[in-house]
T-cell receptor, first 117, second 115 residues
């Protein structure tokens, strides 16, 4: 069964601290895709990154980095030197390949990140 | 390129009424997916359309329906509204809509309140 677990409901940090958001997924497929989205108070989900199951390279984009480990079924997201503008709800999502899964993302429950000045 | 647009942004309806929400995808995108977001259930997949055909459907009652037009714009309809239908409805579009999962780009959502 497909499932995404974000165990951290809320995280509060002070500006400039590093913070890691955890994501654990479950799937029986060998081909799947993982995503991270950011949802600011305005409500729109903003795409951050997409990873396929065959690419375990970690990625860094500015202050953001992602650690994908198939051995532990985890796809964690780290923000370095957090800023107040990073305050938002962050979602991890999973999609399996195949016609029965077309266009369908399975989301975790989200982690609310509050960055205090 | 303009992003995904959704109209209206806010809606207030009463129980028993029906509602239609609209979504215009990013230009050139052919696949449109719909999601319902509630505090209790989180983000849940409703359905996906490609080339005017529904290709996938989530676990929602038949009161939830949708369609897609030849220009890829999509609408979703909820009939006989219930209080539990109060939610943020998000639409997402993706470029290719093939079997390989494309990245989905989301609109700002329609906030539906059922009284």
């Amino acid at each position: 069964a497909q499932k995404v677990t974000q165990a951290q409901t809320e995280i509060s940090v002070v500006e400039k601290e590093d913070v890691t958001l955890d994501c654990v997924y479950e799937t029986r497929d060998t081909t799947y895709y993982l995503f991270w989205y950011k949802q600011p108070p305005s409500g729109e989900l903003v795409f951050l990154i997409r990873r396929n199951s065959f690419d375990e390279q970690n990625e860094i984009s500015g202050r953001y980095s992602w650690n994908f480990q198939k051995s532990t079924s985890s796809f964690n997201f780290t923000i370095t030197a957090s800023q107040v503008v990073d305050s938002a709800v962050y979602f991890c999502a999973l999609s399996e390949a195949g016609s029965s899964n077309t266009g369908k993302l399975i989301f975790g429950q989200g982690t609310t990140l509050q960055v205090k000045p | 390129k303009a992003g995904v647009t959704q109209t209206p942004r806010y809606l207030i309806k009463t129980r028993g009424q029906q509602v239609t929400l609209s979504c215009s995808p990013i230009s050139g995108h052919r696949s449109v997916s719909w999601y319902q977001q509630t505090p209790g259930q989180g983000l849940q997949f409703l359905f996906e359309y490609f080339s005017e055909t529904q290709r996938n459907k989530g676990n929602f009652p038949g009161r939830f329906s949708g369609r897609q037009f030849s220009n890829s714009r999509s609408e979703m309809n909820v009939s006989t509204l219930e209080l539990g239908d109060s939610a943020l409805y998000l639409c997402a579009s993706s470029p290719l809509g093939g079997l390989t999962t494309d990245t989905q780009y989301f609109g700002p959502g329609t906030r539906l309140t059922v009284l």
